[in-house]
């Protein structure tokens, strides 16, 4: 496991490191991960790393970003925490954001706010954006304007093979990683 850090900017962490416990948790405290080891991404390119480091030793994955969907527990794995991936910009022109996959919706609320925008988010603040809108996201303006989900127009995934892709709504990949569950890839 050693060579993943020199592998990857972000942090390596293994049972017994400072710092594990803390890496491997979450707001939901049911099911709790206990990797084997964890890998801090700081961007696309660790997830990347990460995926091709597990599969050449057939190491099952998890991701995590905020931790608050409730999940199985990633047991002797390698998990990829996402929350250090925290970018975003806001086109106030278009109305439109690009998030990273560790951002939480009070960043992307405040800086909307700022334009006299409003995006698709839950309720709760401290909900990683990218992982709410892939499980649908359904908020409170979900009468009026429908789902988060329905409202995304590319994603850009890392696959199982360790490849980054682009997708959009001509794409398979692109509808099944809106609502469809794990195991597609790391957005």
Wanted: net charge negative.
């Amino acid at each position: 496991m050693n060579t993943l850090s020199v592998l990857v900017e972000g942090p390596v962490f293994v049972p017994g490191d400072a710092g594990y416990d803390t890496e491997r948790s979450g707001f939901q405290l049911a099911g709790q991960h206990r990797p084997a080891v964890i890998v801090g991404a700081t961007s696309a390119s660790d997830v990347r790393t990460a995926i091709r480091f597990a599969a050449a030793r057939d190491l099952p994955i998890a991701v995590q970003a905020t931790g608050h969907g409730l999940t199985a527990p990633a047991q002797d794995a390698l998990l990829i925490t996402t929350h250090r991936m925290s970018g975003f910009r806001i086109d106030p022109a278009a109305g439109t954001a690009w998030i990273e996959a560790g951002v939480r919706w009070k960043a992307v609320v405040d800086a909307a706010a700022e334009h006299g925008l409003a995006p698709l988010s839950g309720s709760s603040p401290s909900v990683g954006a990218v992982s709410y809108t892939l499980g649908g996201g359904i908020g409170v303006l979900v009468r009026s304007y429908g789902l988060a989900a329905d409202h995304v127009r590319t994603l850009e995934v890392v696959t199982a093979d360790g490849e980054m892709r682009q997708v959009s709504a001509g794409s398979d990949l692109f509808w099944a990683l809106l609502g469809g569950g794990n195991n597609f890839g790391v957005v």
